[in-house]
């Protein structure tokens, strides 16, 4: 027997058992047969759902703060055309807030038998690992009265990388690398601990470079010029406890300090130098360790990815043993951290001589700029205040930094924007006084 009404309606629908109907309905269901009746023949021609097929291709990694695209392949093997809404959906995170609905939303037709390609643009706003989440189809019926919907899991992984925006700050350091290295015709005189050539001399010359055997077999002045050593090893050691997890304006410190561990990587490699990575806070969560010169950074960059701060108290014993057995001949140690007094005073200074005796420490930080207007803030009651807290930390902060340079630890203390390039400087210096 023909079902008609709203029994049938909601039969097809799949939302009530069929013979169940409140008294009343079926009479002025019935005056309106032809609609229902449209409807059901609307719902029963709109293409399966279930028998979709998908596939995905595209981007799989894309920098912080720059768009990806992903395609998504739907194959109709159903006789029927589909004529659907698509939803692609990932992470709230994957888009910039607002965009989301117009990025993820779709709509396609597919004849019987084809297939279709779609791309759905990202634009993610934190760093990580991205998945991709449910795949929502509706497919409408010729008349659209009614539709099916189903849902398909169709993975794909979109890694969001650091942004590494300091990169601008590299073609700088690169020609002041080159002029320590002697590639250049301005020679850095009597620096650095390699023999590099002889030149004659000219006044202003360190007379403690002049070669007086050279001078002898000549009749003008000669000096030696040096080239700083090449093949060093440095250890870049992110510090991911609680206080890597504080933010200076909308940026995270362990952020900052990314980006500057970045920036020191494809300086350091440009000068022949070794570099590995060691992030720790009670445990280690990344390491890139003995990776060739041309392969670091983009291994650093991918171990830095998913890297998120961990809300524990940093084990600076841990830290420091961590720290000796991936660096067992002399190295740079790159200690990005915090100079709030606490963790250094409890925590680094005990175990800082381990370090300090057999390796060239430098400790870098990310200070605030709002403290500095907080101390620079006059003319009411609250801003006399906030002045006096200001200039308190930023006392405080100076007396931790000396306590480090007693220890012979180089401090770099900088905000933000300023951190990578501050740290490039410190070891180009560090290179050009043949500490390295």
């Given at each position: 027997?023909?079902?008609?009404?709203?029994?049938?309606?909601?039969?097809?629908?799949?939302?009530?058992?069929?013979?169940?109907?409140?008294?009343?309905?079926?009479?002025?269901?019935?005056?309106?047969?032809?609609?229902?009746?449209?409807?059901?023949?609307?719902?029963?021609?709109?293409?399966?759902?279930?028998?979709?097929?998908?596939?995905?291709t595209?981007?799989?990694?894309?920098?912080?703060?720059?768009?990806?695209?992903?395609?998504?392949?739907?194959?109709?093997?159903?006789?029927?055309?589909?004529?659907?809404?698509?939803?692609?959906?990932?992470?709230?995170?994957?888009?910039?807030?607002?965009?989301?609905?117009?990025?993820?939303?779709?709509?396609?037709?597919?004849?019987?038998?084809?297939?279709?390609?779609?791309?759905?643009?990202?634009?993610?706003?934190?760093?990580?690992?991205?998945?991709?989440?449910?795949?929502?189809?509706?497919?409408?019926?010729?008349?659209?009265?009614?539709?099916?919907?189903?849902?398909?899991?169709?993975p794909?992984?979109?890694?969001?990388?650091?942004?590494f925006?300091?990169?601008?700050?590299?073609?700088?350091?690169?020609?002041?690398?080159?002029?320590?290295?002697?590639?250049?015709?301005?020679?850095?005189?009597?620096?650095?601990?390699?023999?590099?050539?002889?030149?004659?001399?000219?006044?202003?010359?360190?007379?403690?470079?002049?070669?007086?055997?050279?001078?002898?077999?000549?009749?003008?002045?000669?000096?030696?010029?040096?080239?700083?050593?090449?093949?060093?090893?440095?250890?870049?050691?992110?510090?991911?406890?609680r206080?890597?997890a504080?933010?200076?304006?909308?940026?995270?410190?362990?952020?900052?300090?990314?980006?500057?561990?970045?920036?020191?990587?494809?300086?350091?490699?440009?000068?022949?130098?070794?570099?590995?990575?060691?992030?720790?806070?009670?445990?280690?969560?990344?390491?890139?360790?003995?990776?060739?010169?041309?392969?670091?950074l983009?291994?650093?960059?991918?171990?830095?990815?998913?890297?998120?701060?961990?809300?524990?108290?940093?084990?600076?014993?841990?830290?420091?043993?961590?720290?000796?057995?991936?660096?067992?001949?002399?190295?740079?140690?790159?200690?990005?951290?915090?100079?709030?007094?606490?963790?250094?005073?409890?925590?680094?200074?005990?175990?800082?001589s381990?370090?300090?005796?057999?390796?060239?420490?430098?400790?870098?930080?990310?200070?605030?700029?709002?403290?500095?207007?907080?101390?620079?803030?006059?003319?009411?009651?609250?801003?006399?205040?906030?002045?006096?807290?200001?200039?308190?930390?930023?006392?405080?902060?100076?007396?931790?930094?000396?306590?480090?340079?007693?220890?012979?630890?180089?401090?770099?203390?900088?905000?933000?924007?300023?951190?990578?390039?501050?740290?490039?400087?410190?070891?180009?210096?560090?290179?050009?006084a043949?500490?390295?």
């Amino acid at each position: 027997m023909a079902l008609t009404g709203r029994t049938a309606l909601l039969a097809a629908l799949g939302s009530i058992p069929v013979g169940v109907l409140e008294p009343g309905w079926a009479g002025i269901l019935a005056v309106n047969a032809p609609l229902v009746g449209a409807i059901l023949c609307d719902y029963a021609l709109a293409a399966p759902v279930r028998t979709l097929q998908f596939t995905r291709t595209g981007d799989t990694s894309v920098r912080l703060g720059e768009s990806a695209e992903v395609q998504l392949t739907v194959t109709n093997p159903s006789p029927r055309r589909l004529r659907a809404q698509l939803r692609d959906s990932w992470p709230p995170s994957s888009w910039i807030p607002g965009t989301e609905q117009a990025a993820s939303r779709h709509t396609v037709t597919i004849p019987a038998g084809e297939r279709r390609r779609i791309a759905t643009m990202l634009r993610p706003t934190r760093r990580g690992d991205r998945h991709a989440e449910l795949v929502t189809v509706r497919s409408y019926g010729p008349l659209g009265l009614a539709a099916r919907q189903g849902n398909h899991r169709v993975p794909w992984t979109v890694r969001v990388l650091p942004p590494f925006t300091s990169r601008k700050h590299l073609p700088s350091r690169l020609a002041r690398l080159r002029e320590l290295d002697g590639r250049t015709s301005v020679l850095t005189r009597g620096q650095g601990t390699e023999f590099d050539s002889l030149r004659e001399y000219v006044p202003g010359d360190d007379t403690r470079s002049i070669d007086w055997r050279a001078t002898a077999r000549q009749t003008t002045v000669a000096v030696r010029t040096w080239r700083p050593e090449r093949d060093r090893h440095i250890l870049i050691v992110l510090d991911t406890g609680r206080t890597s997890a504080g933010r200076v304006g909308d940026v995270p410190r362990l952020d900052a300090a990314m980006d500057s561990a970045l920036l020191l990587t494809a300086l350091a490699t440009r000068a022949g130098d070794r570099v590995d990575l060691l992030a720790y806070d009670r445990r280690i969560r990344a390491q890139v360790q003995g990776r060739a010169a041309g392969d670091v950074l983009p291994a650093m960059v991918n171990a830095l990815a998913p890297l998120e701060p961990e809300l524990v108290e940093t084990d600076a014993r841990g830290l420091s043993a961590a720290a000796l057995k991936h660096a067992p001949r002399r190295s740079l140690i790159v200690l990005l951290t915090s100079l709030d007094a606490a963790p250094i005073e409890e925590g680094l200074l005990p175990v800082l001589s381990q370090l300090t005796q057999r390796h060239t420490v430098l400790v870098a930080s990310v200070a605030d700029p709002h403290v500095e207007q907080m101390a620079d803030s006059r003319g009411t009651l609250d801003a006399v205040y906030e002045a006096a807290a200001g200039t308190q930390a930023q006392i405080q902060r100076r007396r931790t930094a000396e306590q480090l340079q007693r220890h012979g630890v180089t401090v770099v203390d900088a905000t933000p924007e300023n951190l990578a390039p501050a740290v490039a400087d410190a070891y180009l210096a560090l290179k050009a006084a043949g500490r390295l």
